[in-house]
């Protein structure tokens, strides 16, 4: 089975500060990961995603993330939050090793940056 | 940029009343989702459809739940007996074959299709 963790209901930052939401998973075989971004009373936007290679992978809008094959971690980063950040983040994965194609996400992070 | 558009965008219907969602993916995709989110929380899987086939449901897609590719383009979710816990946004889903390119393996959303169901 897949699943995804993301621990923190809600991450408050000053504008300026640097950000991070966390995110930890569970497959059975090896990761896709991928974070998705929703505005309210929109669908979920892609902002990156980790197939292979380098750990550290950027995305739009200036986001990255970091894969820690150790900790089973996908946090998502953001050197300098902008209030226009705010918005519901959403961590998912995909077992690579089984023949499934749809991701499951974790339950949301809200992020709320304050001006 | 190519997007999955979805109708309606709200619906409101009585219990026990059919419910047909609809989506037109992007074109040259060839797999497709439906999943839900009740009240802004997390976002659960129902069903993947590749191939004209189900490739693979959850424990949410029971026998009152079915979707279907009628004309080569749209891909509709049918509910046959609506429920109150039946209320949510449900977002249609398209991801390209494994030779999508940098796209590879990304699922594009639509806006969604908000349902209520009284």
């Known amino acids: 089975a897949q699943s995804v963790a993301q621990p923190e209901d809600q991450v408050n930052v000053a504008e300026g500060n640097p950000l991070t939401v966390k995110c930890t998973y569970s497959?059975?075989?090896?990761?896709?990961l991928f974070w998705y971004v929703q505005y309210p009373n929109r669908g979920l936007q892609f902002l990156l995603k980790y197939i292979t290679g380098d750990n550290l992978v950027k995305g739009s809008y200036g986001f990255e993330a970091e894969f820690n094959k150790s900790q089973t971690s996908f946090h998502l980063k953001k050197p300098s939050a902008l209030v226009s950040d705010s918005a519901l983040y959403f961590c998912?994965?995909?077992?690579?090793?089984?023949?499934?194609?749809?991701?499951?996400f974790g339950s949301g992070t809200r992020l709320q940056v304050q001006p | 940029e190519p997007e999955v558009t979805q109708t309606p965008s709200h619906q409101v219907t009585q219990m026990g009343q059919e419910v047909i969602l609809r989506c037109v993916p992007i074109s040259n995709h060839l797999y497709f989702y439906w999943y839900r989110q009740i009240l802004g929380q997390k976002v659960e899987f129902l069903v993947s459809?590749?191939?004209?086939?189900?490739?693979?449901k959850s424990e949410i897609f029971d026998d009152q739940f079915s979707v279907e590719r009628p004309d080569g383009s749209n891909f509709t979710l049918k509910i046959r007996s609506t429920k109150l816990e039946d209320s949510a946004m449900y977002f249609c889903?398209?991801?390209?074959?494994?030779?999508?390119?940098?796209?590879?393996?990304?699922?594009?959303f639509g806006a969604g299709s908000r349902l209520t169901v009284l």
């Open positions: 889903a398209s991801s390209p074959g494994e030779g999508g390119g940098s796209g590879a393996n990304v699922l594009t």
């Open positions: 497959v059975s075989g090896n990761p896709y």
């Open positions: 998912a994965v995909r077992d690579k090793n089984t023949g499934r194609r749809a991701l499951t």
């Open positions: 459809f590749y191939n004209n086939e189900i490739s693979e």
